[in-house]
């Protein structure tokens, strides 16, 4: 029974995207540190629910320094390339829907990679 529960309980977050949402939102807390980290939330939150309400533009929650970043993690050896398989699990990570993107070539540059994050249409505002 306790099994049950806690595979519904997956399904759920997976369904729902959850654990991206707050992996995106701690990830954020961490990169501004704000005196107020609540209030910071609330507001990042708030600009999500606007913009499935109004059904405009998801707004853009990373710079391009956020980008640089996540990149300089995913290659730390600086190379320049990341493979295919890191690409596709950090766009997963940063709530980019993959579903519909075709198979990454098996070397993804910093330029392919900061551009492909920014484009908003590819990040689902259904986990709001």
């Known amino acids: 029974m306790a099994a049950g529960r ?7 977050l997976k369904e729902h995207k959850i654990m991206e ?11 501004h540190r704000p005196e107020r ?11 999500l629910k606007l913009a499935r309400l109004a059904d405009v533009e998801y707004p853009c929650l990373f710079d391009e320094s956020n980008a640089d970043a996540v990149f300089g993690i995913l290659d730390p050896s600086g190379q320049g390339y990341i493979t295919g398989t890191q690409y596709i699990e950090a766009l997963k990570t940063l709530g980019v829907d993959v579903s519909n ?15 492909d994050i920014s484009w908003p249409d590819h990040i689902s505002t259904d986990m709001i």
């Open 6 to 12: 806690a595979q519904e309980a997956e399904g759920y």
């Open 21 to 31: 949402l707050v992996n995106n939102l701690t990830s954020l807390l961490l990169y």
């Open 101 to 115: 993107l075709p198979s990454p070539p098996e070397k993804i540059t910093q330029e392919v990679f900061k551009h």
């Open 37 to 47: 980290p609540r209030e910071f939330l609330i507001t990042l939150l708030e600009k």
